[in-house]
C-alpha cells in the first residue's frame, strides 16, 4: 500500500474480518500444487499485513474426516472475505474448490444483512469460470498484483466509515460542526437550490446521524444533489460508495460508481484521474486496458499527481500500453520522486544502478535508495543492504548491510530474510549464530524462496 492511503486509512481503527482462501491443494496423482505454494505465500503476506486468515492446511491439522469437513464450512460460513485461486480452468471447477465459493457466493446471496466480498484470483482470466466473470478479480502476474489486493481489502473493511470522514475535510468540516448547525441546514433548504457545501453537509448529518436520526436515504438523496452541481470531490465520493456498497443498505453498483468517477475525473480531478488509470491498468471495475490506464494517469501525472508520475513511469519502462522508452521512465519517475514518493524513489535508485535510461550511477542509487527506504519502502531497503554488503556506491559495511537487511526482513520481503539469514550463518555483520540464521532462512523459505531453501539444506548439514 502507498504511504498516502496507508496515511489515511490509519486514522480509523476497525476489526479485519476473517478471510478464507478456496484452493486446490492436490493433483490427480496426489501431489501437492504449485497453486497450493502460491496461496501458502499469500497467506503469509496477508497476515504480515494484520489480516486474520483461515487457512485450512494450518487451522485445521489436527481434524480428519467429518470433523474436518464440518469445521471448514464453520470457517467458509463466518468469514467475511472468499478468496478462490487457482491456475486452471479444471481447478476453478473441481468438487471441493467449486463447492466452497458457490457456497459463499449463496452466503452472498441470501445474507444480505451482511457485507461479503468474493475475489477470485487467476493466472489468466480465460481460466475463470462464467459464474465468476461478475466477481472483481486479480491476476496475480501483475508487478503490483499484493499491493492491489491489500488496497481493496482494505477498502472493503474500512472505507465505510473512512469515506464520509475524509470528504468533510474537503469542506474544512467536522463532526461536532455538523451536530451544532443540524437545524439550521434543515431550516434553510432556500441554501439547497445554490451551496454545494450545505447539500453535502446535509447528506453527511442524515448519514452520521448527527443531531437529527440517521437515514441512509436521505443521506445518499442530499449526497446526489450536491454531485449534480458538479462538484469532483462529491463526485468521487460517491463514485467510492456505489462501487464498494455500503453494508446493510446498498449493494455494489459498479454502472452508478463508474458514471461517477468519470464524471470526477473529467473535472480535472488529479486524484480521481489516478484512481482511473489504475482501474484499466490493473482492471480493477473496469477490463484491463493498458493504453486507457496511460490516457489516464498522463492527466493525473500532468497536474503533478506523484503517484500517477510514478506508475506512468512503469508503463514506460516495461513499454505497458505506450512504447518502451527508458528516458521517459527515468523523467517521470524523477518527477514523483522529487516530491518524496517512495516506490518512485526506489524506481529510480535501480535505474540509476543498472543504467536503464541513465548512466550508472551508484551514488545517485543510494541516495535515491536511502530516500525511499528512510519511508519504509521494503524494495529499497533491501536495495541498500546489497549496497552496503558490496560496496556498491558507499564503503563496504557489512553492519550496515545488516541494519537495512534487517528492516527490510521484518516486513517480511522473502529477499532480505535470505540475506540476513547468510549473515548470520558466516557472521557477517553480526556474531555467528545458526540458530538466527535458520530462524530467517526459514521465514524466506516460507515464501518459497528458492535461495533460502537451499541455505536451509546447506547449513542443516552443518548442524
Same mark, same amino acid.
Given at each position: 500500500?502507498?504511504k498516502?492511503?496507508?496515511?489515511?486509512?490509519?486514522l480509523?481503527d476497525s476489526l479485519?474480518?476473517?478471510?478464507f482462501f478456496?484452493?486446490?491443494?492436490?493433483d490427480?496423482?496426489? *501431489?501437492?500444487?504449485?497453486d497450493r505454494?502460491?496461496v501458502?505465500?499469500?497467506?503469509y503476506?496477508?497476515?504480515e499485513?494484520?489480516?486474520n486468515?483461515f487457512?485450512?492446511e494450518?487451522n485445521?491439522q489436527?481434524?480428519?474426516?467429518?470433523?474436518?469437513e464440518?469445521?471448514l464450512?464453520?470457517?467458509?460460513?463466518r468469514?467475511?472475505?472468499?478468496?478462490?485461486?487457482?491456475?486452471?480452468?479444471e481447478?476453478?471447477?473441481?468438487?471441493w474448490?467449486?463447492k466452497?465459493w458457490?457456497t459463499?457466493?449463496?452466503?452472498?446471496?441470501n445474507?444480505?444483512d451482511?457485507?461479503?466480498?468474493l475475489?477470485p484470483?487467476?493466472d489468466?482470466v480465460?481460466a475463470?469460470?462464467?459464474?465468476l466473470n461478475?466477481y472483481?478479480?486479480f491476476c496475480?502476474?501483475?508487478?503490483?498484483?499484493?499491493?492491489?489486493?491489500?488496497?481493496s481489502l482494505?477498502?472493503?473493511?474500512?472505507e465505510?466509515?473512512?469515506g464520509?470522514?475524509?470528504e468533510?475535510?474537503?469542506y474544512n468540516?467536522d463532526?461536532?460542526y455538523?451536530?451544532?448547525n443540524?437545524?439550521?441546514?434543515?431550516?434553510s433548504?432556500?441554501?439547497?437550490?445554490?451551496?454545494v457545501?450545505?447539500?453535502?453537509s446535509? #447528506?453527511c448529518c442524515?448519514?452520521?446521524g448527527?443531531g437529527?436520526?440517521?437515514?441512509l436515504?436521505?443521506?445518499?438523496?442530499?449526497?446526489?444533489?450536491?454531485?449534480?452541481q458538479?462538484?469532483?470531490?462529491?463526485?468521487?465520493?460517491?463514485?467510492?460508495?456505489?462501487?464498494l456498497g455500503?453494508?446493510?443498505?446498498l449493494?455494489?453498483?459498479y454502472?452508478?460508481?463508474?458514471?461517477?468517477l468519470?464524471?470526477?475525473?473529467?473535472?480535472n480531478?488529479?486524484?480521481?484521474q489516478?484512481t482511473?488509470g489504475?482501474?484499466y491498468?490493473f #482492471?480493477?471495475w473496469?477490463s484491463?486496458?493498458?493504453d486507457?490506464?496511460?490516457?489516464?494517469?498522463?492527466?493525473?501525472?500532468?497536474q503533478g499527481?506523484d503517484?500517477?508520475q510514478?506508475?506512468? #513511469?512503469?508503463c514506460?519502462?516495461f513499454g505497458?500500453?505506450i512504447?518502451?522508452?527508458?528516458?521517459?521512465?527515468?523523467?517521470?519517475?524523477t518527477?514523483?520522486a522529487e516530491?518524496?514518493?517512495?516506490r518512485?524513489?526506489c524506481?529510480l535508485g535501480v535505474c540509476?544502478?543498472?543504467?536503464?535510461?541513465v548512466k550508472?550511477d551508484?551514488?545517485k542509487?543510494?541516495?535515491w535508495?536511502? *530516500?525511499?527506504?528512510e519511508q #519504509?519502502?521494503?524494495?529499497?531497503q533491501?536495495n541498500l543492504?546489497v549496497c552496503y554488503?558490496?560496496g556498491e556506491?558507499v564503503?563496504?559495511d557489512?553492519?550496515?548491510?545488516?541494519?537495512?537487511?534487517?528492516k527490510?526482513a521484518e516486513?517480511?520481503?522473502?529477499m532480505?530474510?535470505?540475506?540476513l539469514g547468510?549473515?548470520?550463518e558466516?557472521g557477517?555483520g553480526?556474531?555467528?549464530?545458526y540458530a538466527?540464521a535458520?530462524?530467517w532462512y526459514t521465514?524466506?523459505a516460507?515464501q518459497?524462496? *528458492?535461495d533460502?531453501?537451499?541455505?536451509l539444506?546447506r547449513?542443516?548439514?552443518?548442524i
Amino acid at each position: 500500500m502507498d504511504k498516502r492511503t496507508k496515511e489515511r486509512f490509519d486514522l480509523f481503527d476497525s476489526l479485519k474480518g476473517e478471510i478464507f482462501f478456496s484452493y486446490k491443494k492436490t493433483d490427480n496423482e496426489g *501431489k501437492l500444487t504449485d497453486d497450493r505454494d502460491f496461496v501458502k505465500e499469500l497467506v503469509y503476506h496477508l497476515r504480515e499485513r494484520g489480516y486474520n486468515v483461515f487457512f485450512a492446511e494450518e487451522n485445521l491439522q489436527n481434524y480428519a474426516g467429518k470433523e474436518w469437513e464440518d469445521e471448514l464450512y464453520k470457517a467458509l460460513n463466518r468469514a467475511q472475505v472468499c478468496i478462490v485461486y487457482c491456475s486452471k480452468k479444471e481447478y476453478f471447477t473441481s468438487k471441493w474448490v467449486s463447492k466452497e465459493w458457490n457456497t459463499f457466493k449463496d452466503r452472498i446471496k441470501n445474507e444480505k444483512d451482511k457485507q461479503l466480498l468474493l475475489i477470485p484470483i487467476y493466472d489468466d482470466v480465460k481460466a475463470l469460470p462464467e459464474e465468476l466473470n461478475g466477481y472483481q478479480g486479480f491476476c496475480c502476474g501483475d508487478r503490483f498484483f499484493i499491493d492491489k489486493l491489500t488496497k481493496s481489502l482494505n477498502r472493503f473493511f474500512k472505507e465505510r466509515e473512512f469515506g464520509v470522514k475524509f470528504e468533510l475535510s474537503h469542506y474544512n468540516l467536522d463532526e461536532e460542526y455538523l451536530k451544532e448547525n443540524c437545524l439550521d441546514y434543515l431550516t434553510s433548504l432556500s441554501l439547497a437550490e445554490t451551496d454545494v457545501k450545505y447539500r453535502f453537509s446535509l #447528506g453527511c448529518c442524515y448519514y452520521l446521524g448527527l443531531g437529527i436520526k440517521k437515514d441512509l436515504k436521505r443521506a445518499f438523496y442530499w449526497w446526489e444533489r450536491s454531485a449534480k452541481q458538479v462538484s469532483s470531490q462529491v463526485c468521487y465520493f460517491l463514485a467510492t460508495y456505489y462501487l464498494l456498497g455500503v453494508e446493510n443498505f446498498l449493494e455494489p453498483d459498479y454502472e452508478k460508481g463508474l458514471e461517477f468517477l468519470y464524471s470526477s475525473a473529467t473535472q480535472n480531478f488529479a486524484l480521481v484521474q489516478n484512481t482511473l488509470g489504475e482501474c484499466y491498468y490493473f #482492471g480493477e471495475w473496469l477490463s484491463q486496458d493498458y493504453d486507457k490506464a496511460v490516457e489516464w494517469y498522463t492527466k493525473s501525472a500532468e497536474q503533478g499527481y506523484d503517484m500517477a508520475q510514478c506508475y506512468l #513511469g512503469v508503463c514506460y519502462e516495461f513499454g505497458n500500453g505506450i512504447e518502451q522508452d527508458y528516458k521517459k521512465a527515468v523523467e517521470w519517475y524523477t518527477k514523483s520522486a522529487e516530491q518524496g514518493y517512495a516506490r518512485a524513489q526506489c524506481n529510480l535508485g535501480v535505474c540509476y544502478y543498472i543504467a536503464n535510461g541513465v548512466k550508472k550511477d551508484y551514488k545517485k542509487a543510494i541516495y535515491w535508495y536511502t *530516500k525511499s527506504a528512510e519511508q #519504509g519502502n521494503v524494495t529499497a531497503q533491501f536495495n541498500l543492504g546489497v549496497c552496503y554488503e558490496f560496496g556498491e556506491g558507499v564503503e563496504q559495511d557489512y553492519v550496515k548491510a545488516v541494519e537495512w537487511y534487517t528492516k527490510s526482513a521484518e516486513q517480511g520481503y522473502d529477499m532480505a530474510q535470505c540475506n540476513l539469514g547468510y549473515c548470520y550463518e558466516f557472521g557477517k555483520g553480526v556474531e555467528q549464530d545458526y540458530a538466527k540464521a535458520v530462524e530467517w532462512y526459514t521465514k524466506s523459505a516460507e515464501q518459497c524462496y *528458492k535461495d533460502s531453501i537451499k541455505a536451509l539444506k546447506r547449513l542443516k548439514k552443518k548442524i
